[in-house]
């Protein structure tokens, strides 16, 4: 079954360090991946994607991710952390109708990110 | 370019009451998807409709919980005799077309049971 797995439910960084989320997939095929950001009460926004091609994406605000596909793993990096970043991350898997399976994203739990001045 | 929308933003109902919440996809987009975000927890698909069709239904509870996109108007989550356990944020988004991977979220609803 498809899968995404975020290991680390809370990280705090201080504002200024550089960052790093971890995102691991189980999936079949080649994946659609997705990193969005939560702020509290709010919707979901879209960081960066990755489709194909070039497996370094660039995203909004700073943020990028590589898919590496020898480790299933789709991690998001900043190189320096601003205060603002502070809220949830959510990676997730776009299923794109592959096999027969509906088209529809599976989440990953989260990662709380924390930023001290 | 009005994105998706949904309302209300924020609901509270008591215990065995209704709650219908309501989600208009973006301009051209015939795909709607439900998902449902408990408190500390991530987003759990629910269900997947397009006009007039339920396609994929595998994260709906079995029962209490209907969704329907009518021909004409809003995407409409249904749930009957609510419960606390229902308290939870419910997101909508849509899509242009069937196998685009790329989903276009609203704000959500909250809904707090009393």
């Known amino acids: 079954a498809q899968s995404v797995t975020q290991p680390d439910i809370h990280i705090t960084v201080s504002e200024g360090a550089s960052l790093e989320l971890r995102c691991n997939y189980s999936?079949?095929?080649?994946?659609?991946l997705f990193w969005y950001v939560q702020s509290p009460g709010q919707g979901l926004q879209l960081l960066l994607k990755?489709?194909?091609?070039?497996?370094l994406v660039q995203g909004i605000k700073g943020f990028e991710a590589e898919f590496k596909r020898s480790q299933s793993s789709f991690n998001l990096r900043k190189p320096s952390v601003h205060w603002s970043d502070a809220a949830e991350y959510f990676c997730?898997?776009?299923?794109?109708?592959?096999?027969?399976?509906?088209?529809?994203?599976?989440f990953g739990t989260g990662t709380l990110l924390a930023v001290q001045p | 370019n009005a994105g998706v929308m949904q309302n209300p933003r924020h609901l509270v109902r008591r215990r065995g009451q209704e709650a219908r919440l309501r989600c208009s996809p973006m301009?051209?987009?015939?795909?709607v998807y439900w998902y449902r975000q408990l408190p500390e927890e991530g987003l759990k698909f629910m269900v997947y409709?397009?006009?007039?069709?339920?396609?994929?239904e595998s994260g709906m509870p079995k029962e209490r919980f209907s969704a329907e996109f009518p021909k004409e108007g809003p995407s409409i989550l249904r749930i009957q005799q609510v419960v606390r356990g229902d308290s939870a944020a419910y997101f909508c988004?849509?899509?242009?077309?069937?196998?685009?991977?790329?989903?276009?979220f609203g704000e959500g609803s909250r809904l707090t049971v009393l």
């Open positions: 988004a849509s899509s242009p077309r069937q196998g685009e991977p790329e989903l276009f």
């Open positions: 997730a898997v776009g299923l794109g109708g592959y096999g027969g399976a509906t088209n529809k994203l599976i």
């Open positions: 301009k051209g987009h015939s795909h």
């Open positions: 409709l397009q006009k007039e069709n339920i396609i994929d």
């Open positions: 990755y489709f194909s091609g070039d497996t």
């Open positions: 999936y079949g095929a080649t994946p659609y």
